[in-house]
């Protein structure tokens, strides 16, 4: 080829690349979706004025019907300037802008043409879009003006849109009082669920609780970067394993919350028991088995209630709503003592009601058989794996009361909790001392209640 | 109807008043005159030379990298100046800044597209152009000075990129940063973490890794330091350079060797220009569909408390990140690319060949053409390694291999010399030891007048290698894969070492060929390093805890 064809081919081609570019560019995926709804709600308007009678009002109609037909095409966006969010969500959606559509409202019924449902509740009415912006409660990336990642379903955008009842998380935020809230009915039963189950008693929420395992007071920022992909391809949700990438919207924090109540979190989290890759044993999970006292709907609403435990987001106190001071309900010592044990959480480690201690990873139960250098690695990790939390009525019976109460002030350390094997994986998990956690009289209770359920030894000693 | 007289038509607008004040010459006539006139009479052009020769306009001579380097840098600063419209340098603002460029810009996502990708071609660019000048010996008296110019001008190119790097304010801009400057911490002297820093008063708040910083950490002034520098400072500088360095070429004249002694130059116009031309318009299309279909990264926002795993250093400087695995962060990061720059700028005074100027010649010029391509070589099968086989925890992960299997971690490490290496004298031994190896493999190649036979050489070291290797495996203490670590790392580091330099530069003068060798073991201790902690777990060979200075 000749210079004087490559001087003409190359500028044609690089006039070619740029008007492919600006057509790229311009035609933006948002475009037909906004295009469409014009389209849609002028029609709707023109059918309107066809069958209305009045001919000022028909003709207003027709006017209105074409002014919409033509409207503009351009990224629509809500500034939630409290909130700090600027939401474009209402380019494609937008039978949800105001601007474009006043009243709200509209029949149509599919995403994202739809008009927002329930804009007549009070809960619609309480957060006007102008000052919440759809990201406050919904989550997703608000900036984006493509499907995917506006929704938040692309890699490296970490709080995707939530999913069904998930939603009430937001609620969580600035509801204190989310707990007697109409509409956040769902994350009110997760906190009761995470309390019945005494997940409080490991896991504190702003510093109320246990401090054995993480305070999940802003567990929904956790960055992704802390948990390994490794672990999230072990889980299993509805028996089904999660696809096996990041971008799909399936490793996301609520999954991952999920995966310890619907998995036995041994199995998401083996870390290294064997010293295969570390140089020390390292112990998998700590956490209990739920997946037999928790239904999958049960486990949904903690997530919920979890989705809105965060820090990063920082809303202003105006926005918060203060709950009102929960009242002890006033009871004998025996049932108060029952009533505490509940409160803390201890049910989480010794079981409910007290009545079984849960699985402890190279804990010691009567289950096991005593420790044997011969053993292989699985019957090892058999033996470890039926460690177990001690069953508190077994042992209250060789306790006083003042030596209980101590005991509970003092926790057990790390280094004091009885092992199956010695040169079994590290850390154990222990029993966090509650001094100045549980009140001087919750504790008296607490101790009572415990020597009541104690089995009386019948050896005759 | 009359006729169209083009002719006539194009004299007329030639020879207007307001045509003849912008541009100078008369009618177009095609003469030598003319073509000459072209050059000299218009400023952007008239830093060419007029005439060429012939050699100079082949691709396969120049491979148009010079010329390739400047048109993205032309492109660099068109689109980096578009991009500046939009972009605010505040960690509250950057992000969203970029993330507004990529959703609602018009032509936003292209723009930085194109301007991240073209300052990555830039930088291969700059780099081929480099070796191509360095094959045909054009840096060679009397270019000796904008080969210089050259070098600094590719240190620059890569800081510009570098700089560049921090400006989305993403996971990977921070972290890619922050392993960049921990580097520069590790400086002797100046960095905190570096020999002899602490003894000198250094601390982590007023280092020189303070000053690049501005802060402790990488944050609000970091973000503003390296945006200065990166649209500012570092852009002038490297405008300044470039007229000098195109200056220079005018002046010492293209390096291209004539064909034949009584061959006639060709005109720059438009032979030259021509090609300039369209190496430009290649390039730009090249980038510009690139950058249609590739999108820039982008990660999560810039979050200090949460480091990512593996945190990489942009890709040009991941082979010293790779080097972290065998040496401290002194050497790694501050000895060694000091001693490239420095070894590039000092090669065309020690290199004293006077062959192969304007040419391709291997055969003229075996010892230079080899060492230099092998540094080459090492650079970017550094950061092939650094870049495509390091997973979490820089673990080795094969291509195959999914970054969510776990690795063992690496073996447990010892050291040969020093107060925790083989007896409690050892590091009074190791430093005598250590000088004495390299002095007599520094003067050794030179003291042996007679040129050995380098087959017969070779056979005999590999020889002896293999028969320790032998050993080794029988007494069990080493492995085959050992013993192949053993004989290629030993058997590359004598041929390039010490075969090579004893057959090409004994016959050189004293100076010269000290620093020559200084060179060439440097970068055999890459080979050698890895070599040890490859087959034997060596972390250092010498290590002198107290100044912090570990080998």
């Known amino acids: ?461 | 109807m009359p006729t169209l007289d083009l002719e006539k038509i194009k004299k007329e607008i030639i020879d207007s008043q307001l045509w003849r004040s912008v541009f100078r010459g008369g009618v177009w006539k095609d003469t030598p005159r003319d073509r000459a006139g072209h050059i000299i009479g218009n400023v952007w052009l008239h830093l060419h030379p007029v005439k060429l020769r012939p050699r100079a306009l082949k691709w396969t001579y120049t491979w148009g990298m010079g010329g390739i380097s400047f048109a993205l840098y032309l492109l660099l600063t068109l689109t980096g100046v578009a991009l500046m419209f939009y972009y605010r340098p505040t960690i509250g603002l950057a992000y969203r800044d970029i993330k507004d460029l990529e959703f609602a810009v018009t032509l936003g996502m292209f723009l930085r597209n194109a301007h991240r990708w073209a300052a990555q071609a830039m930088i291969i660019a700059v780099i081929a152009h480099m070796v191509r000048v360095f094959l045909t010996g054009a840096y060679k008296k009397p270019r000796e000075f904008n080969w210089g110019i050259g070098v600094l001008l590719l240190t620059l190119t890569l800081f510009l990129s570098f700089t560049g790097y921090l400006l989305p304010w993403d996971q990977l801009a921070i972290w890619a940063v922050t392993v960049g400057t921990n580097m520069a911490g590790a400086t002797p002297v100046l960095g905190n973490e570096g020999p002899l820093g602490a003894l000198v008063g250094m601390r982590i708040n007023n280092d020189v890794r303070f000053t690049l910083l501005g802060g402790t950490m990488v944050g609000e002034n970091t973000l503003l330091r390296f945006y200065v520098m990166h649209c500012v400072a570092v852009p002038l500088l490297v405008g300044i350079l470039l007229i000098l360095h195109f200056w220079r070429i005018r002046k010492d004249s293209f390096s291209a060797a004539p064909y034949t002694a009584t061959e006639e130059k060709v005109d720059v116009w438009p032979h030259l220009v021509k090609r300039e031309y369209i190496a430009a318009a290649g390039t730009t299309l090249f980038i510009m569909i690139w950058s249609i279909l590739q999108n820039a990264p982008l990660e999560a926002i810039a979050n200090p408390n949460v480091t990512t795993n593996p945190s990489k250093a942009p890709w040009y400087f991941v082979g010293l990140q790779e080097l972290l695995v065998y040496f401290d962060p002194w050497i790694a990061g501050v000895v060694m690319p000091g001693l490239i720059i420095v070894g590039l700028v000092a090669i065309p005074y020690i290199d004293t060949n006077p062959k192969g100027v304007g040419y391709y010649a291997w055969k003229e010029r075996p010892f230079a053409n080899t060492l230099f391509m092998l540094g080459v070589v090492m650079w970017f099968v550094l950061i092939y390694i650094g870049n495509s086989l390091r997973g979490p925890n820089y673990a080795w992960y094969w291509p195959w291999e999914s970054w969510y299997m776990l690795k063992a971690a690496p073996a447990p490490t010892w050291s040969v010399f020093g107060p925790k290496g083989a007896g409690s004298y050892s590091m009074l031994i190791g430093i005598p030891l250590m000088g004495a190896v390299s002095a007599a493999w520094m003067l050794l190649p030179k003291l042996i007048q007679k040129e050995l036979d380098g087959k017969k050489t070779m056979g005999a070291f590999l020889g002896l290698v293999a028969v320790f290797a032998a050993a080794g495996l029988a007494m069990g203490k080493m492995g085959a894969a050992e013993g192949g670590f053993l004989l290629f790392f030993l058997g590359a580091s004598f041929y390039f070492g010490f075969v090579l330099p004893q057959r090409h530069i004994r016959a050189l003068d004293w100076p010269r060929y000290l620093v020559t060798m200084i060179l060439v073991i440097s970068t055999m201790s890459v080979l050698l390093k890895m070599c040890a902690r490859l087959a034997f777990n060596i972390k250092y060979v010498l290590t002198i805890p107290s100044i912090s200075m570990n080998f």
């Open chain 1, 1 to 461: 080829m000749s210079y004087r064809k490559a001087f003409i081919v190359s500028n044609a081609l690089m006039l070619a690349a740029f008007v492919w570019a600006f057509a790229k560019d311009f035609y933006a995926p948002w475009r037909p979706y906004q295009a469409k709804y014009y389209q849609m709600a002028a029609d709707v308007m023109e059918k309107q004025a066809a069958v209305e009678k009045d001919p000022t009002k028909a003709s207003n109609l027709m006017a209105e019907a074409r002014k919409m037909r033509h409207s503009p095409m351009e990224i629509k966006q809500i500034i939630a300037v409290d909130l700090g969010r600027f939401d474009r969500c209402v380019t494609c959606h937008v039978g949800m802008d105001e601007y474009t559509n006043t009243t709200l409202k509209n029949d149509f019924t599919e995403n994202p043409y739809k008009a927002h449902p329930k804009v007549d509740t009070a809960l619609i009415k309480a957060h006007p879009f102008s000052k919440f912006g759809c990201t406050s409660c919904h989550s997703g990336q608000g900036l984006a003006t493509q499907v995917e990642p506006a929704h938040g379903w692309v890699k490296h955008w970490e709080k995707p849109m939530l999913k069904g009842v998930t939603i009430q998380g937001s609620c969580v935020k600035c509801h204190d009082n989310f707990e007697t809230l109409k509409g956040a009915e769902v994350a009110a039963a997760g906190k009761k669920l995470f309390n019945r189950h005494g997940c409080q008693g490991c896991h504190a929420i702003n510093g109320r609780g246990g401090v054995t395992s993480v305070d999940l007071g802003d567990i929904a920022d956790k960055p992704f970067e802390r948990i390994s992909g490794y672990n999230f391809m072990r889980v299993r949700i509805d028996g089904k394993e999660l696809a096996n990438e990041h971008h799909d919207s399936h490793w996301n924090i609520q999954n991952w919350i999920l995966a310890h109540l619907v998995n036995d979190p041994v199995e998401v989290t083996p870390n290294d028991p064997f010293a295969h890759l570390n140089s020390e044993p390292i112990s998998p999970s700590g956490m209990p088995d739920f997946t037999k006292e928790i239904s999958r709907a049960e486990a949904d609403a903690i997530v919920a209630y979890l989705s809105g435990m965060t820090k990063e987001e920082v809303i202003p106190y105006r926005y918060h709503v203060a709950a009102a001071p929960v009242k002890e309900p006033a009871l004998s010592a025996v049932a108060h003592g029952k009533f505490v044990y509940a409160k803390y959480g201890c049910q989480g480690c010794h079981g409910l009601d007290a009545k079984q201690g849960r699985r402890r990873f190279n804990g010691s139960s009567n289950a096991q058989k005593p420790y044997d250098e011969k053993m292989s690695e699985t019957e090892r990790y058999e033996q470890m794996n039926i460690g177990a939390e001690p069953t508190l009525p077994d042992l209250m019976g060789t306790y006083t009361h003042e030596e209980l109460v101590k005991k509970i002030e003092a926790g057990v350390p790390a280094s004091d909790a009885t092992r199956w094997s010695l040169k079994g994986p590290m850390p154990m998990v222990y029993m966090p001392a509650w001094r100045g956690k549980i009140s001087k009289q919750e504790l008296d209770d607490l101790a009572t209640w415990l020597l009541s359920i104690a089995k009386k030894d019948d050896s005759g000693f």
